[in-house]
């Protein structure tokens, strides 16, 4: 014979749980989130890996390495490893890593407007898109030029591979 306590153990546990036929079918994504919240408040991960095929329109198809943490960092690292190709995105930005070289990173802002941060010498600068204006065909070390009152000289030239 079951010890007394062990019943009542027993009745406490599984009598009192809802069916769960009891419960409505949420009518809206408002409450099926607010369902998750409440089922799930506290309890939800920090961080997340997972391996998943990639295809392309071309047929083309990666394998993507990723790790999340939760919320807002997500790493993707394409396979071969070895070949250092690296996708980074925080909160609202977009950073790329190919080849190894750190160089220059796409940045999407939290308006959808799109742009570049770059680095070189370990200076750091911001650029977007100016359209309408056009650039010279040519440039040279020493060459100064002239965009909305403001004046440049080309220091450094650098040829893109």
Known sequence: MRPR???LAAVLAFGTA???????????GAEVLQRMHDAYAGKWYKTLTFVQKTSYPDARVE????????????RIDVAPLDSM???????????QYDQGNWNEWHLMMNNGTSGWLSDAQDEYAVSFAAPGRKLPKECRVGQDYSWDN???????ITKAH
């Open 18 to 28: 809802a069916p769960a036929a009891a419960q409505s079918t949420p009518k809206t």
């Open 85 to 95: 190709k690296t996708i980074l995105f925080r909160a609202d930005s977009i950073y």
């Open 5 to 7: 306590w062990l019943r």
């Open 63 to 74: 394998t993507w390495y990723e790790a999340a943490e939760i919320p807002g960092k997500l």
């Open 150 to 156: 403001a004046s440049y000289k080309v220091s450094t």
